[in-house]
């Protein structure tokens, strides 16, 4: 079992920046590539970026390259994502998961087992 905490949302004017963390706890962090997904108001849950088990590989949605950047830190077991240059269509409540090492960047949503709760980013023009 993994349990998973975000934090680091906010309300932010466009162009800022925030960092969202990801604490994990539970069985080795280190087992699993990590994901961030965002889910905007009447819309579904969408794929943000991944980053496999040793951090040594991320992938982004094309909407979010060169402005965010995933990171992980397995002594704190934490992941974390960096977000600059926020735009209003940024806004939506991020989530953190995790997925067996095994499927590396190419985790299917359904293959995510474990989820947090959530944080909320709203971007204001």
């Known amino acids: 079992q993994v349990q998973l905490v975000e934090s680091g949302g906010g309300l932010v004017q466009a162009g800022g920046s925030l960092r969202l963390s990801c604490a994990a706890s539970?069985?080795?962090?280190?087992?699993?590539?990590m994901g961030w997904f965002r889910q905007a108001p009447g819309k579904e849950r969408e794929f943000v970026a991944t980053?496999?088990?040793?951090?040594?590989?991320?992938y982004y949605v094309d909407s979010v390259k060169g402005r965010f950047t995933i990171s992980r830190d397995n002594v704190r077991n934490t992941v974390y994502l960096q977000m600059n240059s926020l735009k209003p269509e940024d806004t939506a409540v991020y989530y953190c998961?995790?997925?067996?090492?095994?499927?590396?960047?190419?985790?299917?949503?359904?293959?995510?087992?474990?989820w947090g709760q959530g944080t909320q980013v709203t971007v204001s023009s």
């Open positions: 539970g069985r080795t962090f280190s087992s699993y590539s």
């Open positions: 998961a995790a997925c067996p090492t095994g499927w590396g960047l190419k985790c299917p949503y359904d293959k995510y087992d474990y």
């Open positions: 980053i496999n088990w040793s951090g040594g590989n991320t």
